[in-house]
């Protein structure tokens, strides 16, 4: 699938590098896969769970991190809508528009 955009998580795992080799792995396993629907998803990243209109929300660095992802499986599309700690993802009041 094509990933938009791996610079968010560059950013990212360059203030937090503990969150490197998590978001490294994610990135190299989404791009080499073809998802057709979550629960594909979901089988493969036991962690992530669906929050709605398309997005899934990803537990990095052993749930220290969350990553929230929009899948268009009819494009071959993944949009990264958020990445922080789990003390900013709780603070997100409208997950499935986020």
Do not use: Q
């Amino acid at each position: 699938m094509r990933i938009f955009t791996k610079g968010t998580l560059a950013k990212f795992w360059n203030i937090y590098p503990d969150a490197y080799p998590s978001l490294k792995t994610w990135f190299d396993v989404v791009e080499e896969t073809d998802f057709k629907n979550p629960n594909e998803v979901i089988k493969l990243f036991k962690g992530a769970d669906t929050v709605g209109n398309s997005r899934i929300v990803f537990n990095i660095c052993r749930n220290k991190y969350r990553m929230i992802a929009k899948f268009e499986y009819d494009r071959g599309f993944v949009f990264i809508r958020f990445i922080g700690t789990h003390k900013d993802y709780d603070k997100i009041e409208d997950i499935k528009n986020i």
